[in-house]
Structures are given as structure tokens and as C-alpha cells.
């Protein structure tokens, strides 16, 4: 198992929730696609955005893809502000 992975695995096993909802790689292309299209600090806070979205939802992995669908959309509709 990658370290990736290990880590996942061992966070999800702390917090009680199970890792088999994790959306890994749809979580990281959306979080990839905010910090360029929106500013790098606003990619972990987008995940813990989703987390909260899926787990009020059922903590299902459908429930996060639904979430990461829902702000796929937002993003693309976002209009970038000017620092």
C-alpha cells in the first residue's frame, strides 16, 4: 500500500468513518481544479466543505461524489475575482 493510501486508511480508522467513501481521486481533481481556478487556500477547505456536505447527506460514497458533482458545477461557473 502507498503512503497515501496508509495514511487515508489510518485517518479514516481514527475518526471512525469509513474509508471506503473516500473518493480519492475525484476529491483531488476537484481540489486540484479549485486551488488553480480559485486560490490555493480554498482547496482543503473545499474537501472539508464536501466531508461536511456527504457525511449531513448519509456518508456514502455516492453522497460525496454528489457533493464534488455539485461544486465541479459551481467551479465551472465561477467568475475568478481580482485581488
Not at 25 to 40: I, K, M, N, S
Not at 43 to 66: C, E, I, N
Amino acid at each position: 500500500m502507498n503512503p497515501l493510501d496508509a495514511w487515508l486508511h489510518e485517518a479514516a480508522n481514527a475518526l471512525g468513518v469509513s474509508h471506503e467513501a473516500m473518493e480519492r481521486d475525484l476529491l483531488l481533481e476537484l481540489t486540484r481544479d479549485v486551488a488553480h481556478g480559485v486560490a490555493r487556500p480554498a482547496a482543503p477547505l473545499t474537501s472539508f466543505l464536501v466531508g461536511l456536505a456527504a457525511g449531513k447527506a448519509g456518508g456514502t460514497a455516492q453522497d460525496v461524489r454528489a457533493a464534488i458533482r455539485t461544486l465541479a458545477t459551481v467551479l465551472a461557473s465561477h467568475t475568478p475575482t481580482q485581488p
